[in-house]
């Protein structure tokens, strides 16, 4: 079945930098686009970013851009967020899915999730 398996969170101060990974098995990772979404305490679920399945195109929310980087090595099955110049307001669970969209009724397969915490 398909599994979704994040990894890298943790503590981080304001201005800093994390990297998440998320490494897709059971299914062709190689043929689907990859996205992550995030979870703040006491709201909803909102899209982070995606990437197509060749890399070939990206799209972000404007509340990272510029600040974070999705890419995405095939080989290893292996999709990765780069956040640099970190917020306290980016404080949330991350959540990698399998898809292409904005709109998270469109996912079906989601990790577990991985705390960020980014302290001021």
């Known amino acids: 079945q398909v599994q979704l398996v994040e990894s890298g969170g943790g503590l981080a101060q304001a201005g800093g930098s994390l990297r998440l990974s998320c490494v897709g098995s059971?299914?062709?990772?190689?043929?689907?686009?990859m996205a992550w979404f995030r979870q703040a305490p006491g709201k909803e679920r909102e899209f982070v970013a995606a990437i197509t399945s060749n890399s070939g195109s990206t799209d972000y929310a404007a509340s990272v851009k510029g600040r974070f980087t999705i890419s995405r090595d095939n080989a290893k099955r292996t999709v990765y967020l780069q956040m640099n110049s970190l917020k306290p307001e980016d404080t949330a669970v991350y959540y990698c899915a399998r898809g292409y969209s904005r709109i998270e009724s469109s996912y079906k397969h989601w990790g577990q999730g991985s705390q960020v915490t980014v302290t001021s």
């Open positions: 059971g299914y062709t990772f190689s043929i689907y686009a």
